[in-house]
């Protein structure tokens, strides 16, 4: 009995559990190599992601005021940090990023290097030059319009941003070619505002139209037009006397500050040779933004040669968005627009009175704003052929 | 192994077994394998030896059976519904000196509403489960199971015993992704029993092995779907693919000794038994691709389960009175493997190279029961009537480490059941009346990550380990005595119903129908 006992205890001496998990836990820190010109203000808040590669999972944090990081705890494996960052200044939006794989099987200590980027805050998200068709079977193009859209998730202004057209429309060889750091324009009106006045929601548009009405029912309109402009945030209008432009009460005007074939109105062609851009022209106020217009004025003779023309030059670094519109694809190749500016091209092929326009496609919805695509290639950025839907997003 | 050919070869076995004339022969009822059940304590020792303790009745039976289990209230790994169509044979003999047990089962199923499990039988308390999200899948299960004993006596004092089992079957889903599980399962056990005078010794060893490879296809083209490699609470990695390897394999090494002391007629049986298991989570890929050309080492999980049972028995002889008391505790840390795809040599081939292993889980389980049972008998000492009553302590708690997670919970349950037999002129009735009642006592749940993994399994599951339920269940037999070769037909029905304290509902039916001879 007693070894039956002894052996019994005995066996139970040898029972035992497993110990709890000797596991590994590692210290990183992270500096964020902004470069020498990189302004101290800005450089906290960067959002860094620390992605653990083979769980799928991520730690984000965003960086102190000197650009550092500090991830403690962190259980041994392979990850790819991204850091992100971007404020904006002087209506363009800066983007800086950041990638690097790093190892953790022991402590740490790294730094990751970001590069710059930088685009508009502001972009044409939707562009209505063809033209409708009167029951009568007239052309009517007083409903053309211009969308301007804020890309970014912050508040920003629209005062002071100008509209501008080249002064080709793209029948034959650019004249302007060999001038590479700036646009020649023919057309420049500007939104009014002291620059605080007309504040763009994000994810919202301002508008801006030949003519102010809803163009479906007003007297004055087409009830074919596929278009209500009376909610416009702005329109084009040319003061004349006797007056030849129609003046929405209800809309304010964009201020003029070139237009060099003045006639009764601002017509786009409907054919698709207006080649856009928006501008933030130099200057605080009106007179300095035409000290400016009046100090770029370049010339260029007629075909006669018997007088000259003067057109505006604006500097690539001013404008904000271009769009390469062209009449078709057998157009391209006079194509206006340097590719820093718009790489591609874009054109409503149905043509002059088909009701149709080009819209910028939607990139993604993030935290249901909608954020348009934008790489400075039209082609790929624009959808043809669509029907126009002003200050609708979707 | 060809399927048809080995259930063929397992039921001849068996009906060999089931063939050979025993040197006793004891009048068999609907009653008598239960009997055995409750009167041969050594039969659940687990030493093959202590066969030859079992009560003098050797009785054999073939049947058809089906279930159902439906309901709402059930695992969330689990179906909505399983059905189950089953054939079996099990018989005990004894030829000369010698005690046989063998017994064969065949399982036609189909688990129905299954929302999250690619793996045969994911409620093994283990971590490393693999899932899909694409819900409301068939699992349609084939299995066969073969199970034998021998006890034999090497001397007066000495017996030899030998035990194994094998199960082996397919599980497969016919909608994309489609998994096709192959399990195979054995056990092999060989004991041995001294006896002298009032004392018995016993000691046996045991290895066990199982084998699950998941083939898991995609048959829709340029199509993928996203597999989820489950690692602990909350925790898990992803992989999109059109098809997927894993394979699940697990060596359980141990054994046990057993103790009895018998005076007059109060005995004692101690046992305890002991194993450590290893399995290996492995899965065969490349970057995107399956293949078991490159094996990607997942995790390992260490386990220890120890059992320790005390059973006094008082034999009145009309009246067996029976306490019982079981702890069981279940032990496991779970290994991951930190690997990643490179190209080697300067053949460009692409092995999974292994950077580190790191313990990140742990789980234990504690399961604690006590037991009274009454068992009465007649002049020709079949059972009469039996009473059980139970009282089960259960609890359990999981951790990982980094990002940290853990969750426990505990439970105890109070059952009882009481079964009669009725005893007609020419036929015989039985029935069977059951109650349990389970509530929780504690419970936390302390998850980092709140993913849709969380959200969609091991928040619902938690809810179902701690609810509260009861069930009351009622079983009724019938048998009829027959004239030429076999003994008795019987028919059995049983049915359970169980209602959760949050009000969802689940069933379980059985009908089976069968010989005893």
């Known amino acids: ?394 | 192994m060809n399927k048809s050919f080995a259930a063929i070869l397992l039921f001849q076995i068996c009906l060999i077994a089931s063939a050979a004339d025993p040197d006793v022969v004891k009048p068999a009822n609907l009653l008598t394998f239960k009997l055995i059940e409750a009167g041969s304590p050594w039969l659940k020792s687990g030493n093959a030896a202590g066969l030859s303790q079992m009560l003098h009745l050797f009785p054999a039976e073939l049947k058809l059976g089906f279930s159902l289990n439906d309901g709402d209230f059930h695992s969330v790994f689990k179906g909505k519904s399983d059905q189950s169509f089953d054939f079996g044979s099990q018989s005990f003999r004894k030829i000369n000196k010698t005690y046989l047990y063998g017994s064969f089962n065949y399982s036609k199923s189909y688990e129905k509403g299954l929302n999250f499990s690619n793996t045969n039988d994911p409620v093994m308390n283990y971590p490393y489960l693999l899932t899909d999200t694409i819900g409301n899948d068939t699992y349609d299960r084939e299995f066969f199971k073969l199970t034998g004993i021998i006890s034999s006596p090497v001397n007066s004092q000495l017996d030899l015993g030998l035990s194994f089992d094998y199960k082996v079957g397919t599980a497969s889903q016919n909608r994309d992704p489609r998994p096709e599980n192959k399990v195979l399962q054995t056990t092999v056990s060989p004991g041995l029993l001294y006896k002298s005078g009032r004392f018995k010794l016993g000691a046996n060893l045991a290895y066990g092995y199982y084998n699950e490879d998941i083939d898991i296809s995609v048959v829709q083209e340029n199509a993928q779907h996203t597999m989820f490699q489950i690692h602990g609470p909350g925790v898990f990695s992803y992989h999109a693919s059109s098809s997927f390897y894993r394979s699940y394999q697990r060596h359980r090494f141990g054994g046990g000794m057993q103790f009895e002391w018998m005076s007059g007629n109060v005995s004692n049986l101690l046992h305890s038994d002991y194993s450590y298991s290893v399995q290996t989570i492995d899965d065969g890929r490349r970057g995107s691709n399956a293949t078991w050309a490159a094996v990607k080492n997942d995790s390992r999980l260490d386990g220890i389960d120890w059992n320790l049972t005390d059973v006094i028995s008082i034999d009145q002889g009309e009246k067996v009175h029976q306490l019982k008391a079981v702890l069981q505790i279940r032990n496991r840390l779970g290994t991951e493997f930190i690997q990643r795809l490179e190209k080697v040599n300067a053949t460009d081939l692409e092995r999974w190279i292994t950077y580190g292993e790191e313990q990140k889980y742990y789980s234990l389980q504690t399961n604690a029961a006590l037991n009274y049972q009454l068992m009465v008998k007649d002049e020709s000492n079949l059972m009469k009537s039996l009473f059980n009553a139970d009282l089960k302590y259960s609890a359990f708690g999981e951790k990982y480490y980094l990002p940290n997670s853990d969750q426990n919970f505990s439970n105890l349950m109070l059952a009882t059941s009481f079964l009669k037999l009725f005893t007609l002129p020419v036929a015989s009735f039985s029935a069977e009346m059951k109650f349990s009642y389970q509530f929780n006592l504690d419970g936390q749940q302390n998850l980092t990550n709140a993913n849709f993994i969380v959200k969609k399994i091991f928040r619902p599951e938690f809810i179902y380990q701690t609810e509260s339920y009861l069930s009351p269940g009622i079983s009724l037999a019938y048998q009829v005595p027959l004239k030429k070769t076999f003994d008795k037909y019987f028919v059995k029905t049983d049915f359970d119903w169980y209602h959760s304290a949050s009000g969802l509902n689940s069933i379980l039916f059985s009908f089976s129908t069968g010989l005893i001879f």
């Not at chain 1, 497993?18 to 990183?28: S, T």
């Not at chain 1, 980027?117 to 068709?133: D, L, M, N």
């Not at chain 1, 091209?345 to 910028?360: D, F, H, L, N, W």
């Open chain 1, 1 to 394: 009995m007693k070894k039956a006992l002894l052996i019994t205890s005995l066996l139970f001496l040898f029972v035992s559990c497993l110990k709890e998990p000797d596991y590994h836990n590692y210290q990183v820190i992270l500096t964020i190599d902004f470069g020498p010109d990189f302004p101290q203000e800005q450089r906290n808040g960067a959002k860094v992601y620390f992605f653990n590669q083979l769980k799928s999972y991520a730690i984000e944090a965003v960086t102190d005021t000197d650009g550092k990081i500090q991830f403690s705890s962190v259980e041994p494996g392979f990850y790819s940090i991204t850091v992100s960052h971007s404020f904006s200044s002087e209506g363009k939006m800066y983007y800086y990023n950041g990638l690097k794989n790093i190892e953790v099987f022991g402590n740490v200590i790294d730094s990751i290097k970001i590069n710059g980027s930088s685009s508009s805050v502001f972009v044409i998200k939707e562009i209505y030059y063809s033209g409708s068709t009167t029951p009568a079977g007239k052309p009517y193009s007083a409903d053309q319009y211009l969308e301007i859209f804020n890309n970014t998730p912050e508040i920003q202004y629209a005062d002071g941003i100008s509209v501008l057209e080249h002064e080709s429309y793209a029948t034959g060889d650019n004249f302007w070619v060999n001038m590479k750091d700036s646009i020649v324009v023919k057309m420049i009106w500007t939104i009014p505002g002291n620059g605080k006045q007309v504040p763009v929601l994000p994810g919202k548009s301002i508008l801006l139209a030949q003519d102010g009405i809803n163009h479906r029912d007003d007297s004055n309109g087409n009830p074919l037009s596929p278009v209500n402009l009376g909610n416009a945030d702005c329109e084009f209008y040319v003061l004349k006397q006797p007056e030849a432009d129609l003046d929405s009460p209800a809309v304010p005007n964009l201020i003029e500050d070139l237009f060099v074939f003045r006639g009764n109105d601002v017509v786009f062609h409907v054919r698709g040779g207006s080649a856009f851009a928006i501008a933030k022209i130099p200057g605080k106020t009106n007179e300095e933004r035409k000290t400016y217009i009046n100090k770029n004025l370049v010339s260029k003779a007629s075909a006669s040669g018997s007088n000259n023309t003067y057109f505006v030059k604006i500097a690539n670094e001013y404008v904000l968005d271009a769009v390469e519109v062209v009449i078709s694809e057998a157009h391209a190749i006079y194509k206006r627009f340097p590719p820093e500016l718009d790489a591609g091209y874009t054109y409503v092929a149905s043509g002059s009175g088909s009701g149709k326009c080009i819209r910028r496609k939607i990139k993604e919805i993030a935290n249901g704003r909608v954020v348009y695509q934008d790489t400075n290639n039209s082609t790929e950025d624009f959808l043809k052929d669509v029907d126009p839907r002003p200050k609708i997003y979707e």
